[in-house]
């Protein structure tokens, strides 16, 4: 007698084998219907997968995160299938499933164009009417090496040479088209649905490694009803009017060159937006008990040795050698350098909690295909922060800045803030039992906060554990932005002590914290959740002054003057241009108001304000505009 237990408990019996078909048959007719794929004691496995001894299984659909994702790796295949039958003598290499769909490498001379894609769409579509089954079959490596090299596949033969010994060697069978895969997989093509597009090709290089081919990346996305499909291709179009690199170059803000891949070169503007940032997390630092230093850029090797990053990170540090043949690198963090601060004179219990903070410009190299504007960069800004406390005081202090950080948030806009627990990874430095009391006393912040909260599990710092925030903006992406470490070994490492009490030496507990992360990257993150249309308060440039005509340019002076001493971000448009060009231009620049002065408006000393993506318009004394808008202008909690 078969036994098989249900994620519910219940358990039903077979007389024989089974597949897990006809375990959902057992259960219901539904069920047999919409499934997917069966996990066999936590693996997840083809539906006819025979089941031949007593076991847990669970059953997968459309709903869950596992069937959709099978769908997309199906997806993948029938892509790969679809462009070997128009395209014959195209090579397929890996095509794996990403966040929101999947991706597939080809090896082909000439470049596939939008027409070609929706060839590809269109066979991809008759290949799920024809409905061909799916079958896996386990080869020898050499079979498969053979096989591959045999029918041209030198790229697929490349990957099973790279396949341990002793490893399956699986390959999956679409009616007679077939490639090597893991799995698992649908039961046929038919069970993929229609609810997928192909939305753009790009290049890519064999195995990541810029030293080999070129290869074209071919990307789609794929869902399990019309909606959904609907609804992402929708959020697509959004995010790609929101992209923050077209609107940093409409508003004027930055831009970056070759010469210095990866940093950026601000404009006036975006510089402008960049120090109220930091002007405003400056002020509310100061209020929360901060004190800010600030330490040096480039710090001998051997400081990146006693920390453990060295050894960690050094292939992402950027080195250079002096003529005494010193190796210096440029900091990737922070962390080091506060604990030089903290380590200078005699510190006491009393001095507990010691928060510093430091808007520190650090350097990491990024690979080139990697880079994507301001959200992946090689030189960046951190609001990086240091609380050392005492073991006692981690679970206030953690409190305190997810308090923190959760109030700034609110202030820029963001409500929908999700926290992630991250514990140890697999690379670290430190002994269990320091990592045992670190995601203790983390956990039980954590806990203490009332806030919900996800597992992220072997995701913590190499250092020590971490919450992660993320936030979701206005169009549901989710961005993970603040985070919050407890580490007991880099001060240890570092010789970081205080006297506590009863006259003992103690090493402190020190907490990593950052609320942004990269000002660079929130910076894109804010322009991208509120589409250019930042919040009055921390738009760069808030206002400009226009005359309707070159009469009235003494007057709009003279309100150009005002507004600016009374500190409201003014500028003012002189040029020769008609009004409603200047007002189109002002606008795709997303200046939040438009402040226009004709007769009218010299007669009565006021303005008639013209605010961005509003025909509405409203005529406002100048000195009751500046008592108002001087008031708006600052960060709703300052």
Not at 502 to 518: C, E, N, T, W
């Amino acid at each position: 007698m078969l036994n098989i237990t249900l994620p519910d408990g219940n358990k039903i019996s077979f007389k024989k084998k089974v597949t897990g078909l006809e375990v959902a048959e057992k259960i219901s007719k539904s069920l047999s219907k919409n499934a997917l794929l069966i996990s066999v004691d936590g693996k997840l496995k083809d539906l006819n997968t025979i089941i031949d001894r007593d076991c847990s299984i669970k059953i997968f659909t459309s709903k869950d995160k596992e069937g959709l994702e099978t769908i997309r790796h199906d997806t993948a295949h029938i892509l790969a299938m679809a462009v070997q039958e128009l395209f014959p003598g195209t090579q397929v290499t890996i095509g794996p499933v990403i966040q929101d769909g999947f991706y597939y490498d080809f090896a082909r001379k000439e470049p596939f164009t939008e027409e070609d894609l929706n060839k590809i769409e269109n066979k991809m579509k008759e290949i799920v009417e024809r409905d061909e089954k799916t079958i896996r079959e386990v080869w020898s490596r050499k079979k498969a090496i053979d096989h591959f090299k045999k029918i041209g596949e030198i790229y697929k033969a490349e990957i099973i040479e790279s396949i341990p010994e002793g490893e399956e060697v699986s390959i999956y069978f679409h009616g007679k088209w077939h490639d090597l895969c893991r799995g698992p997989h649908l039961s046929s093509t038919g069970k993929i649905g229609k609810f997928f597009k192909l939305t753009k090709v790009s290049g890519a290089y064999w195995r990541g490694d810029s030293n080999n081919e070129m290869l074209q990346r071919v990307y789609g996305t794929s869902w399990s009803t019309k909606k959904d499909l609907d609804d992402y291709l929708n959020r697509i179009e959004e995010a790609e009017k929101r992209d923050h690199r077209k609107l940093g170059k409409s508003m004027d803000l930055f831009h970056f060159r070759e010469e210095s891949p990866g940093a950026v070169f601000w404009h006036q503007k975006g510089w402008a937006l960049f120090q109220k940032l930091i002007n405003y997390m400056r002020a509310r630092q100061d209020a929360a008990g901060y004190k800010e230093v600030n330490t040096p850029e480039v710090l001998d090797r051997m400081l990146w040795e006693k920390s453990g990053h060295w050894e960690k990170y050094k292939e992402n540090m950027y080195t250079s050698q002096t003529p005494d043949e010193k190796v210096f690198a440029i900091k990737p963090m922070n962390c080091p350098g506060h604990i030089q601060v903290f380590n200078q004179g005699l510190k006491s219990y009393r001095d507990l909690p010691l928060r510093i903070t430091e808007f520190g410009k650090v350097h990491r190299y990024e690979p080139s295909g990697a880079l994507h504007g301001l959200l992946r960069v090689r030189a960046f800004t951190q609001d990086d922060a240091h609380i050392f406390c005492s073991e006692d005081q981690i679970t206030s202090e953690c409190l305190n800045v997810t308090n923190l950080i959760l109030d700034i948030y609110k202030d820029l806009g963001f409500k929908n803030v999700i926290l992630k627990y991250a514990d140890r990874p697999e690379v670290r430095v430190g002994e269990d039992k320091v990592w045992d009391k670190a995601e203790a006393s983390l956990l039980k912040a954590v806990k203490a906060s009332k806030l919900e909260y996800s597992i992220n599990k072997g995701e913590g710092a190499f250092y020590g554990p971490k919450i992660e925030f993320v936030l979701r903006d206005a169009i549901g992406r989710d961005w993970q932005c603040g985070t919050l470490q407890v580490d007991l070994n880099l001060p240890e490492r570092l010789g970081a002590s205080y006297v506590d009490k009863d006259g003992s030496k103690k090493i402190p507990v020190m907490l990593h914290r950052a609320l942004f992360g990269s000002l660079e990257r929130f910076i894109g993150i804010l322009i991208e959740n509120y589409a250019g249309k930042l919040p009055f308060w921390i738009s760069p440039l808030q206002t400009v002054v226009i005359p309707i005509s070159d009469d009235f340019n003494d007057y709009a002076l003279s309100v150009y003057k005002k507004i600016k001493n009374s500190g409201i971000s003014c500028d003012i448009d002189l040029k020769n241009h008609n009004l409603n060009y200047k007002i189109r231009d002002h606008s795709n620049a997303k200046v939040p108001m438009l402040l226009i002065c004709g007769k009218k408006e010299v007669d009565s000393n006021a303005v008639t304000i013209r605010r961005l993506d509003s025909n509405k318009q409203e005529n406002m004394l100048i000195d009751e505009f500046i008592k108002k808008y001087t008031a708006l202008s600052k960060a709703p909690s300052i």
